[in-house]
């Protein structure tokens, strides 16, 4: 009796954490930004769906083999395949612009000032 107890337990116990703490965002791309290449630094981003009409983006930045991650933004819409993003180096600062208003960041890492702009991109 107490075998069947503890193996109820431990079933149960695996089906909770396996319904929310483990619990994987789906991974749909990974996505190099357009734009010239600015002191040797690309920047991307990796598109998670987080929910029904939930995507994260991922903004990261490559330097020679280094990866730095700059910030997440979220959209509550369907519409992440017409959202489009262009960088552009403004001073000493490499904005990255998008047709969608995903919010605004700012992130200075070293000598690197990046920020994240609500502003249309045109085609």
């Given amino acids: 009796m107490k075998k069947v107890i503890y193996s109820l337990i431990i079933l149960l116990s695996i089906f ?10 789906d991974f749909i791309k990974d996505v ?6 600015i002191n040797n630094v ?3 981003y990796r598109l998670y769906q987080t929910g029904l009409d939930n995507f ?3 903004f990261y930045s490559v330097q020679k083999s280094d990866t730095l991650e700059l910030f997440k ?8 395949k017409n959202v489009r993003f262009k960088m552009l180096e403004q001073r000493d600062t490499i904005c990255i612009y998008s047709n969608f208003n995903l919010g605004e ?3 200075v890492i070293g000598e690197f000032h990046y920020k994240l702009n609500k502003v249309k991109v045109e085609k």
């Fill in 16 to 25: 909770i954490m396996g319904c929310s703490a483990f619990y994987q965002n």
């Fill in 32 to 37: 190099k930004i357009e734009g010239e290449i």
């Fill in 42 to 44: 690309t920047v991307g």
């Fill in 56 to 58: 994260r983006y991922e």
């Fill in 73 to 80: 933004t979220y959209l509550n819409d369907a519409t992440y």
């Fill in 105 to 107: 960041a700012e992130k």
